[in-house]
């Protein structure tokens, strides 16, 4: 019987002690996913403070683009206003990254604007701030599916469900970007 009752023990022992590693772990991941939600936060104000300057710039060379300039202005007070992560920026940033690129074409129709060194610096640093944000998302995304494979296997999701650890929402393409980039590159001289 003191035998039979150590090795309850022990076995209870053990269990407590994975409960204890896999919550941690858990929580590790949850919170790496967090950080790296905060790094594209970080690259998205950059570029949400440099579109008010790029529209000003193209405003005295493309006057008649208005509506063009409208949007972009629109679509940027839409994704500043969306809270939460991934799941809620998704559709705005990705409307707002299609409009910024409208800008980029209209260079082409104006070509003072186009040799204009402001425009060309934002456009620089604009261009260098959405390989940041691709960066950014490609390193959320891929701690977002190592805490959803922690979440999703046994026998951590047994902890995972205990302790209420939900799944993430990966930062992705729309419909749009996706059938766009499944499309291939056309070249025309």
Do not use: C
């Not at 570029?47 to 710039?57: A, K, Q």
């Not at 960066?135 to 805490?147: G, K, T």
């Amino acid at each position: 019987m003191g035998n039979t009752l150590w090795v309850v023990l022990a076995i209870a022992a053990l269990f407590i002690l994975y409960a204890i590693m896999a919550f941690n772990n858990l929580a590790r991941g949850r919170n790496q996913v967090t950080e790296a939600w905060s790094d594209i936060e970080t690259h998205l104000k950059r570029r949400y403070d440099l579109i008010p300057n790029l529209v000003e710039t193209v405003k005295g060379y493309a006057k008649h683009e208005s509506e063009t300039l409208e949007k972009v202005i629109q679509a940027r007070s839409v994704a500043m206003s969306q809270s939460g992560g991934a799941e809620n920026h998704t559709a705005a940033e990705n409307d707002l990254s299609r409009t910024l690129k409208s800008i980029f074409a209209l260079s082409e129709s104006y070509p003072d604007l186009k040799a204009n060194q402001n425009f060309v610096e934002l456009q620089k640093e604009i261009t260098d701030t959405e390989d940041k944000i691709q960066a950014s998302r490609r390193f959320y995304n891929s701690m977002v599916l190592s805490f959803n494979n922690r979440t999703a296997t046994f026998p951590s999701n047994v902890i995972a469900g205990m302790f209420n650890f939900k799944k993430g929402a990966f930062f992705e393409l729309d419909e749009s970007e996706r059938a766009a980039a499944s499309q291939p590159v056309r070249v025309q001289f």
